[in-house]
T-cell receptor, first 108, second 110 residues
């Protein structure tokens, strides 16, 4: 079992819709959770981090964490074509582990 | 501006010719790491360093070396590159809220 798993996609949503990206992790001792956005050929950039169960909102982005289910998600409201990218879930246990990423396409 | 500077951005080399990819951070972070990224495999950690003179292997260390003589610098060394090391490489520096990545080095070994 991979330490951090994501649906590779591609996930396609129309402009203005909500995009929902999901991630599960295997280590119950994981403490910190991150979402990175990566455009093709570019470096990953941090969008959000979350440490506690529940929701954390930042603009159009909401991260949701459920430690009991070992599940973290990212919601993107009012999706824009510029949101089209690969989204990486990352989890810190003793080190930071990345999922393989979900490719999101937002169609105008 | 807080950043991780990685050079070169692009590099084409021949099998067996030693090369070094430089990485420098200006955030005074103790923890630095090197990753390679290949299609379908995501980011895989090559080596990491928890502080000056403290380095350790990641998941895919074979064929690579690193050094950490100063806190800000963490170069990646390929003593004898091979075609299977063709990849996109990222240096990263870890602070309180996750990693800051360098801009990447696209390496091609022919």
């Amino acid at each position: 079992q991979k330490e951090v798993e994501q649906n590779s996609g591609p996930l396609s949503v129309p402009e203005g819709a909500i995009a929902s990206l999901n991630c599960t992790y295997s280590d119950r001792g994981s403490q910190s959770f991150f979402w990175y956005r990566q455009y093709s050929g570019k470096s990953p950039e941090l969008i959000m981090f979350i440490y506690s169960n529940g929701d954390k909102e930042d603009g159009r982005f909401t991260a949701q964490l459920n430690k009991a289910s070992q599940y973290v998600s990212l919601l993107i409201r009012d999706s824009q074509p510029s949101d089209s990218a690969t989204y990486l879930c990352a989890v810190i246990t003793y080190d930071m582990r990345f999922g393989a990423g979900t490719r999101l396409t937002v169609k105008p | 501006e807080a950043q991780v500077t990685q050079n070169p951005r692009y590099l084409i080399t021949v099998t067996g010719k030693k090369l070094t990819v430089t990485c420098s951070q200006n955030m005074n972070h103790e923890y630095m790491s090197w990753y390679r990224q290949d299609p379908g495999l995501g980011l895989r950690q090559i080596y990491y360093s928890m502080n000056v003179e403290v380095t350790d292997k990641g998941d895919v260390p074979e064929g690579y070396k690193v050094s950490r003589k100063e806190k800000r610098n963490f170069p990646l060394i390929l003593e004898s590159p091979s075609p299977n090391q063709t990849s996109l490489y990222f240096c990263a520096s870890r602070g309180a809220h996750g990693y800051t990545f360098g801009s990447g080095t696209r390496l091609t070994v022919v």
